[in-house]
């Protein structure tokens, strides 16, 4: 088969198009035909070799895929071959085919798009958990969500409009904002033109926000920081800026702010249900109509790179898919 491989950490560049030996099911395993596999931010730095996760080499990134499965281990129950799935892949997604572990399986409806697939879970999961699970997101309350350009970023907005919450988007360009008013924002906020803080009071009457959905870390976070309410709640999602901010303890105390880090994958070691759960009210909302992917861009397989870079370089809006096949 054929699968972007990456024999030594480094640039994207290290990331090659080669042949490899198909993989084969092995006990509690089932091989997918892989038909999208979605980018993430993680794949860049796992190239690189500074993610937290660090595959054996040589190894293919790639974390949420779609396809069918096409071969089943011993002892695979609740599965046939040719069934459409969802996979959480820890690695191994930028491929043709992959063999995970059966519990890491998602059955799918046969109407929904490949791409829409690969582009669920964990940008769907992350925001719903944090926001639902561990922020406690409540009708009429101020929701913030800073990179709401992004595809995690969006999906926080559409989230949080669809849980009752009055969202203020943060992003950096125009168009991007825009597509956050088409998935719920209320109000838009663009942090190069605009003082962040004094337009987050004005937005709130000087009341301040009660969440804030942060994926982008830096002064974006230190501005949104200075804008909460009393007994706000801030996420921390992730450090697309490259800035992690530092918080004074004594700051959270003054206005008994809760600061609560946030990593989805976490809950599949400690938690799995909570993950389980969400997937289904997710699936549910979709089928309803209530949420959709936003996918700005795709590419073939021996493009991953070029995908990767559209993420990276913050140069796409959404989602970014890679399709693999003719049939994807």
């Not at 084969?24 to 997918?32: D, E, K, L, T, Y």
């Not at 820890?90 to 582009?119: C, Q, R, T, Y």
């Not at 942060?214 to 706000?232: K, N």
Request: proline residues 5%; contains cysteine.
């Amino acid at each position: 088969m054929k699968a972007m491989i990456v024999r030594e950490n480094g640039p994207l560049s290290n990331l090659q198009l080669e042949e490899v030996d198909d993989p084969v099911a092995g006990p509690g395993q089932v091989v997918i035909d892989i038909k999208a596999c979605s980018v993430n931010f993680a794949d860049s730095l796992m190239v690189e070799g500074t993610y937290q996760v660090k595959p054996p080499k040589p190894f293919s990134p790639g974390l949420e895929v779609s396809g069918y499965v096409a071969e089943l281990g011993d002892g695979v129950a609740g599965f046939k071959v040719g069934d459409k799935v969802q996979a959480l892949t820890n690695w191994g997604g930028f491929a043709e085919k992959i063999a995970v572990p059966v519990d890491a399986l998602l059955k799918v409806p046969e109407e929904m798009p490949h791409a829409d697939v690969a582009s669920f879970v964990v940008a769907y999961g992350t925001s719903h958990v944090a926001l639902d699970y561990r922020a406690r997101l409540k009708p009429g309350e101020w929701l913030v969500v800073t990179g709401a350009g992004g595809g995690v970023g969006l999906t926080a907005v559409e989230i949080g409009h669809l849980m009752g919450a009055r969202v203020i988007a943060l992003a950096g360009d125009d168009d991007k904002l825009e597509v956050a008013r088409s998935k719920g924002a209320e109000f838009t906020v663009n942090y190069k033109d605009e003082d962040v803080r004094e337009r987050l009071r004005e937005i709130t009457d000087g009341q301040g926000v009660n969440v804030v959905y942060d994926a982008v870390g830096g002064d974006i976070f230190q501005a949104c920081f200075r804008a909460m309410a009393p007994e706000g709640r801030i996420l921390v999602i992730g450090f697309a800026s490259g800035n992690i901010p530092q918080v004074p303890a004594n700051h959270l105390l003054v206005k008994n702010i809760e600061l609560i880090g946030f990593y989805w994958g976490a809950y599949k070691e400690f938690k799995n249900q909570i993950l389980v759960d969400s997937a289904k009210q997710l699936l549910g909302w979709y089928q309803e109509g209530k949420i959709k992917p936003h996918i700005s861009k795709t590419f073939p397989l021996e493009q991953t790179v070029d995908a990767i870079r559209a993420l990276r370089d913050r140069k796409s809006s959404g989602k970014v898919v890679v399709l693999i096949g003719d049939d994807a």
